[in-house]
Structures are given as C-alpha cells and as structure tokens.
C-alpha cells in the first residue's frame, strides 16, 4: 500500500482508505465552544458542514450559495434559507467575493470559506492534507 493511503475505520469496524494527499477542510471539534459556531442554527451548521465536506482542490475554499439551492437541498423556505447564509457570513464563517450565474441563468454568490481555527485565528485555506501518525 501506498505511502499516500490513509486507513480510516468506519463504524461496523469497516476500514476505507483515503487519499492522503487529497485536499480536505477541517471540521474541528473546539468549534463547539465558540460563540460564531455555538449560535448557529441546525440548518446553518449542516450548510457549513456540507460546504467543508464539499471542498477539493478544483474549486478550492470557493462555493456557490443561493436561496433556491438551499431550500430545494435543505427543503427550508426562501426567507430560511437567506437568513442562513447570511447568518454564515455574518460570523465569519463565508465571505461573499462575488456572482456567478447558474444553469439557468440567475446569479448566485460566490462565497471564500473562512472558518475559525481552534485558537479562534482564521483559516482561509489552502486547507490540509490527511496525514499518516
């Protein structure tokens, strides 16, 4: 086996093995005792948890948010779903750079995840690489 693999043991003691140089995001437990993180709404913290699980070296710390995407995804109502995004950026967890249209042509923001380090200092990414030990 490769260098490169990682073992990861699943529930059920099922063993998976990741890429270990493959971007990923962090999702750090001391998130818990933060006031940005510990205020979020459920719906808000399965968006940003999904967002982290999204990530790869293609789009980099970039994703596309709309209203409509989260109320079909999360089936939350229009209003629901603009106050989560808003709710994301308003704690620092996202920041709006700009537009981009869609597949059907209406404009979407295009957000840089920021989130929070454990020591509360921002990561902007480049985020981490799995690591063997």
Known sequence: MSADIVPIREAGNKLIYLN????????????RHLDSFKTLSPLQRTILQDVLMDFSKVVGNEVRLTNTQIS?????????ARAAIAGLEERGWIERIGLLPGPTGQAGGVYKILCIAPNGSRVAGPYQQWQNG
């Open 20 to 31: 270990g140089n493959a971007a990923h995001a962090r999702f750090y437990s001391e998130w």
């Open 72 to 80: 079909k995804r999360y089936r939350a109502g229009h209003t629901a």
